[in-house]
T-cell receptor
Framework: KAGVTQTPRYLIKTRGQQVTLSCSPISGHRSVSWYQQTPGQGLQFLFEYFSETQRNKGNFPGRFSGRQFSNSRSEMNVSTLELGDSALYLC????????????FGPGTRLTVT | AQTVTQSQPEMSVQEAETVTLSCTYDTSESDYYLFWYKQPPSRQMILVIRQEAYKQQNATENRFSVNFQKAAKSFSLKISDSQLGDAAMYFCAYRVPYGNKLVFGAGTILRVKS
C-alpha cells in the first residue's frame, strides 16, 4: 500500500505570494491533519479534516486555510506569504478520528524569500 | 490546554547501551493517548510506540519501552541496546481520544556513538 504523499517536496516563494500544498492520504484513510514544523516553534497543529469537514483548527492566522476533497486528498493554502511561513509542512493520515495510528508524509519544505 | 515538555534538548548514548528520554505532559483529561515519534535526518516522522492512558501496563515494542506514570503525568522512553540507526530527533506527543490532533514536545536529539 502506498504511503502518504505530499507535493511538491520543495517550494520557494516570494513574500506576498500564495501557495498551495497537497497531501494524498493512504488509500482508505479518511482523516488528514496538517502540521507546521519550524526550528523556533517546533511542531504545531494547523488543521484536521475528516470526510471533507474541518474538525479542528490550530492557532494560526486566517491566511492559512485548507480543504479536503471527496477522495480524501487534502490541500492547504497560505496567502500573502511572510518570511516566518518558511517551514516544513507535514501531513498525516489515519483511517478515522481517534485511530491508533497516524502516518506522516515526507513533508513539503517551503522557503519564503 | 494540553502541553508536552521534553526537558532534554540533546542526549548521547554509546552503541549497545541504554538511554532514557524524558517527557512530561499536562492535561485535565482522563482518557488520552501518548506517543513517541522518531524523526531522522530524512524528516520522515515514524511512530515508535504508543500508550493508551487507560492501560496500566507499560507499552513495549522490541528494544523500545515506556515508563508511563499517569499520576505524575510522566511518559519516558527507554531505548535498549542502542543502534546507530536510532540516532534521530525524538518527539513525545499527546492526543485526546476523540480527534487526531497531536500536541508535540520540543523534541530531544539523540546521538549514538560507536
Amino acid at each position: 500500500k502506498a504511503g502518504v504523499t505530499q507535493t511538491p517536496r520543495y517550494l520557494i516563494k516570494t513574500r506576498g505570494q500564495q501557495v498551495t500544498l497537497s497531501c494524498s492520504p493512504i488509500s482508505g484513510h479518511r482523516s488528514v491533519s496538517w502540521y507546521q514544523q519550524t526550528p523556533g516553534q517546533g511542531l504545531q497543529f494547523l488543521f484536521e479534516y475528516f470526510s471533507e469537514t474541518q474538525r479542528n483548527k490550530g492557532n494560526f492566522p486566517g491566511r492559512f486555510s485548507g480543504r479536503q476533497f471527496s477522495n480524501s486528498r487534502s490541500e492547504m493554502n497560505v496567502s500573502t506569504l511572510e518570511l516566518g511561513d518558511s517551514a516544513l509542512y507535514l501531513c498525516a493520515s489515519s483511517q478515522m478520528l481517534g485511530a491508533y495510528e497516524q502516518y506522516f508524509g515526507p513533508g513539503t519544505r517551503l522557503t519564503v524569500t | 490546554a494540553q502541553t508536552v515538555t521534553q526537558s532534554q534538548p540533546e542526549m548521547s548514548v554509546q552503541e549497545a547501551e541504554t538511554v532514557t528520554l524524558s517527557c512530561t505532559y499536562d492535561t485535565s483529561e482522563s482518557d488520552y493517548y501518548l506517543f513517541w515519534y522518531k524523526q531522522p535526518p530524512s524528516r520522515q516522522m515514524i511512530l515508535v510506540i504508543r500508550q493508551e492512558a487507560y492501560k496500566q501496563q507499560n507499552a513495549t515494542e522490541n528494544r523500545f519501552s515506556v515508563n508511563f506514570q499517569k499520576a505524575a503525568k510522566s511518559f519516558s522512553l527507554k531505548i535498549s541496546d542502542s543502534q546507530l540507526g536510532d540516532a534521530a530527533m525524538y518527539f513525545c506527543a499527546y492526543r485526546v481520544p476523540y480527534g487526531n490532533k497531536l500536541v508535540f514536545g520540543a523534541g530531544t536529539i539523540l546521538r549514538v556513538k560507536s
